[in-house]
Nanobody
Framework: QVQLVESGGGLVQPGESLRLSCAASGSIFSSNTMGWYRQAPGKERELVAT???????NYAGSVKGRFTISRDNAKNTMWLQMNNLKPEDTAVYYC?????????????????WGQGTQVTVSS
């Protein structure tokens, strides 16, 4: 089992910044991928950014250049620095961790999710 807890959401004006944090605990294997996903009202949950335990990052085109994802493997903590926020960034942001069900398994993976933190960008 893995537990994820997000924090750092809030209400900001367009152009301002927020920094989200995700603290992971439990049976975390050394090889894993953590990421941020978001879901706006009436929309499907979408990928924002991911980062592997090796440090490889991937960003959605809509946030590339504005958001930065980072992690500390030793502390099992992940952050999302969000700069120049726009109204369309408004959503509930979820922390995700994906890893093998067993380190020796071929590919079967399991996803863990945090409870979500609200980000609202409005003037």
């Amino acid at each position: 089992q893995v537990q994820l807890v997000e924090s750092g959401g809030g209400l900001v004006q367009p152009g301002e910044s927020l920094r989200l944090s995700c603290a992971a605990s439990g049976s975390i294997f050394s090889s894993n991928t953590m990421g941020w996903y978001r879901q706006a009202p009436g929309k499907e949950r979408e990928l924002v950014a991911t980062i592997t335990s090796g440090g490889t990052t991937n960003y959605a085109g809509s946030v590339k250049g504005r958001f930065t994802i980072s992690r500390d493997n030793a502390k099992n903590t992940m952050w999302l620095q969000m700069n120049n926020l726009k109204p369309e960034d408004t959503a509930v942001y979820y922390c995700n961790l994906r890893q093998r069900r067993n380190p020796g398994a071929w590919y079967a993976t399991v996803d863990y999710w945090g409870q979500g933190t609200q980000v609202t960008v409005s003037s």
